[in-house]
Structure formats: structure tokens, C-alpha cells
């Protein structure tokens, strides 16, 4: 039972969290993004001997790729949590449930971004690595199921061996 409360906590503060992200406005989202790129990229000495119009360009290009990471990662939690917290009720056909509801949830992401008016719009390119980040997140379940379950075989087989000598 604290298992199932814990993966609902969780669940729920990725979905927040995604929620949160998508309703800023598109400049509060771009300075997140632009100073943590920034702050990681000062870090990192050939990136301080470029010329500041080489900086500008990479600095743009390393935003970029922070965000597409940031839809995948949110989503892989999220698809992870999500997992987990079905697993917990038993659920035969866990993935069949969870991937709609994570499809659903990434459009609504998507959505939130276009209603806010805030300078945002629904981009298809990220509904497809929040799904990706999902289906990730769902796959790293079902890995860490089967190792468990390989597990087990292997000990119970070795438990008839070794009682039956």
C-alpha cells in the first residue's frame, strides 16, 4: 500500500512539473533553457576560446538540444512513475494501459502551450519525443520486471537443484 501512495506522489509531481513547464510563456521558457545551457557550457574550455558569434551559435544550438532532451527525460519519468504505480495494482497488460494515457497527457502538454497564449504553440515534433520519452520510461519497467522475474527462475531452479541432491 506505501508502495502505490509513493508511485502516485511521484506520478503526479512529473505531471505537475511537465504542466509547469509548458505554462510559462515562451520567454520565461527559452531563459530557463538559455541559462542552463549557458551555465554547462562555461564550463567548458573550448567553448571560451570561440569567437562570441561561434559562442552564440553553439550556445543556440546547445538550447536546442537541452530542450529536446527536457521533453524526453520529463516524459521518461513520467512514463516510468506512471508505470510503476499500475504495475503496483496488478495490472496484466500494464503497457496497453499506461502508453494511451501518456499519449493523452503529452497532447494535453501540447495543447497547454497553444491555449496559454503566451507566445507558444502545439509543435509535433515534441508530441513525438514525449511520447518517445514515455515509451523509455515504460521500457525501463518492463527491463527491471524482467530481470527480476529472470531472477527468480534462477532461483527457484537452483533451490529443486540443490534440494534434490
Keep these: 500500500m506505501k508502495s502505490r501512495i509513493v508511485w502516485w506522489i511521484?506520478?503526479?509531481?512529473?505531471?505537475?512539473?511537465?504542466?509547469?513547464?509548458?505554462?510559462?510563456?515562451?520567454?520565461?521558457s527559452s531563459g530557463l533553457s538559455n541559462s542552463l545551457a549557458q551555465s554547462v557550457l562555461e564550463k567548458v574550455p573550448a567553448y571560451q576560446e570561440?569567437?562570441?558569434?561561434?559562442?552564440?551559435?553553439?550556445?543556440?544550438?546547445?538550447?536546442?538540444?537541452?530542450?529536446?532532451?527536457?521533453?524526453?527525460?520529463?516524459?521518461?519519468?513520467?512514463?516510468?512513475?506512471?508505470?510503476?504505480?499500475?504495475?503496483?495494482?496488478?495490472?496484466?497488460?500494464?503497457?496497453?494501459?499506461?502508453?494511451?494515457?501518456?499519449?493523452?497527457?503529452a497532447v494535453l502538454d501540447e495543447s497547454v502551450q497553444h491555449w496559454s497564449n503566451a507566445g507558444r504553440a502545439f509543435q509535433f515534433i515534441d508530441l513525438l519525443k514525449d511520447w518517445l520519452g514515455g515509451l523509455l520510461g515504460m521500457m525501463i519497467v518492463a527491463l527491471i520486471g524482467w530481470i527480476i522475474r529472470q531472477r527468480k527462475r534462477e532461483e527457484s531452479s537452483h533451490g529443486v537443484s540443490s534440494s534434490g541432491t
Design 10 to 28: 511521484l506520478t503526479a509531481l512529473c505531471a505537475l512539473l511537465i504542466l509547469g513547464l509548458s505554462s510559462q510563456s515562451a520567454s520565461q
Design 50 to 105: 570561440l569567437t562570441p558569434e561561434k559562442q552564440a551559435a553553439v550556445s543556440a544550438k546547445a538550447n536546442d538540444i537541452l530542450r529536446d532532451i527536457a521533453h524526453v527525460v520529463t516524459f521518461m519519468a513520467l512514463g516510468f512513475c506512471a508505470s510503476m504505480l499500475i504495475r503496483c495494482y496488478a495490472v496484466r497488460h500494464w503497457a496497453a494501459v499506461i502508453f494511451p494515457v501518456l499519449a493523452a497527457f
